[in-house]
Nanobody, 122 residues
């Protein structure tokens, strides 16, 4: 599957952005999807994940209550709604897909989209 993420940009602290990740192929619904981010000089970290049906979601503690992950299997798209953004949320955000177990480990993902840059100014 090929993934393409978009929707990043520059936003002031407290603002919102919605990221989208469009997937090619007919088997999108068979993949657990996730968003990761990587800030300059830091390791890539898990942000949020969503089950194949979209009924179960997972979040990193630092985004709970602010970010919401969702998916539309009919449109082969996963979303990340980001509210109340903080300067420390500045990073390149990437979507990823895995056909195996639910995981927060980047190395377990089979497919990655190119990142989209989110910059939050103070």
């Amino acid at each position: 599957v090929q993934l393409q993420a978009y929707g990043g940009g520059l936003v002031q602290a407290g603002g919102s952005l919605r990221l989208s990740c469009a997937a090619s192929g007919r088997t999108f619904s068979s993949y657990f999807m996730a968003w990761f981010r990587q800030a300059p000089g830091k390791e890539r970290e898990f942000v949020a994940g969503i089950s194949r049906s979209g009924t179960i979601t997972y979040y990193a503690d630092f985004v709970k209550g602010r970010f919401t992950i969702s998916r539309d299997n009919a449109r082969n798209t996963v979303f990340l709604q980001m509210n109340n953004l903080k300067p420390e949320d500045t990073a390149v955000y990437s979507c990823a897909a895995t056909s195996t177990v639910v995981t927060r480990l980047p190395g377990s993902y089979d497919y990655w989209g190119q990142g989209t840059l989110v910059t939050v100014s103070s």
